[in-house]
């Protein structure tokens, strides 16, 4: 065999190879892996719900003293924010009062109302305190927020002729007694007095403005006695029954029958004012207004005052 023969066929012979090697490394390899799909795009979530809460705000304006009609003058409106320290309904805040004024949708806060027993009388009422002991105040069984009888008894004396007890207010409301009131405990420190459980000493009640006056002559001139009444006991007495008492303030004779009837309004009663000759009740007979004015010369009303054996007649 020639030279260019075996060069050929060491050529052939090399690529062979070449090619085995190449046909066995393809035969070996791993098996390549199949890429995994792309995932599917996902909905889009919806947002989350926007929470309200509610908030008592004012329906109108409301001044300075109002005495608030819930139902009236107020709504629940809805914040995305709660109010620290407000109201969520209406119910705590009927019959309240404003202490400022408020605003229509204003929210309504505590600060803005009255506070104390203020926020506790009806409209016409006062706050009234008198002195009690054990004796006077039931033997301090009588708690706030219950409801009394004032009986007031009367010695004899220079302007009484005889001793004397009855009823003189019938159903009143007791808003504090000693240190306790209708608006809780009063907070007590060391060493304050009161602290130790003293007995009390005042009770305050909620009296008509019209019968305050009774009361503090009554308080002066007599005894009081506190008389505790049932729960749901509405029996009251009729002063219709009776003669009505006179005042120390007479009205004038020009007045125009409106005049006359806004004499009985409680203002005007309370500041005709009352006399301890009227309040006891015997040194003092008041004859029928039509009687009394036949009687009278020049017209007008009398009151025939009897002491002992003597009678004498006053016009007023």
Aim: charged fraction near 20%; glycine fraction near 10%.
């Amino acid at each position: 065999m020639s030279g260019l023969s075996k060069f050929v066929a060491g050529m052939l012979l090399a690529g062979g190879l070449v090619l085995a090697f190449i046909a066995w490394r393809l035969a070996s390899a791993p098996a390549p892996v199949a890429p995994a799909p792309a995932p599917a795009p996902q909905a889009a979530q919806p947002a989350a719900p926007v929470k309200f809460h509610p908030v008592v705000v004012a329906r109108e304006p409301m001044p300075a003293g109002t005495r608030i009609d819930a139902a009236k003058m107020l709504a629940v409106a809805q914040w995305q924010a709660a109010l620290s320290g407000g109201y969520e309904t209406v119910a705590p805040l009927e019959g309240a009062v404003t202490k400022v004024d408020v605003a229509a949708g204003d929210p309504i806060l505590p600060s803005l109302l009255a506070q104390g027993l203020a926020r506790h009388l009806k409209p016409g009422e006062r706050a009234v305190a008198i002195a009690v002991d054990d004796v006077v105040g039931g033997g301090n069984r009588i708690a706030p927020g219950d409801w009394v009888d004032v009986f007031f008894m009367i010695d004899k004396g220079q302007e009484v002729p005889g001793a004397q007890a009855r009823l003189l207010q019938a159903q009143v409301r007791v808003l504090a007694y000693g240190r306790a009131s209708v608006d809780g405990p009063e907070e007590k420190t060391a060493g304050q007095p009161g602290a130790s459980g003293q007995p009390a000493k005042t009770a305050m009640l909620a009296v008509p403005v019209e019968q305050v006056n009774e009361l503090m002559l009554a308080s002066r001139a007599g005894r009081l006695q506190l008389a505790l009444r049932p729960v749901g006991d509405e029996n009251v007495p009729d002063a219709e029954l009776f003669v009505p008492r006179g005042a120390v303030l007479a009205a004038r004779a020009d007045l125009t029958p409106a005049q006359r009837e806004a004499l009985k309004q409680p203002p005007n009663r309370a500041f005709a004012g009352e006399s301890l000759v009227q309040l006891d009740g015997t040194t003092a007979v008041a004859r029928p207004p039509a009687a009394a004015a036949r009687s009278a010369p020049g017209g007008g009303r009398t009151v025939e005052i009897l002491r002992g054996d003597k009678s004498e007649r006053v016009r007023y």
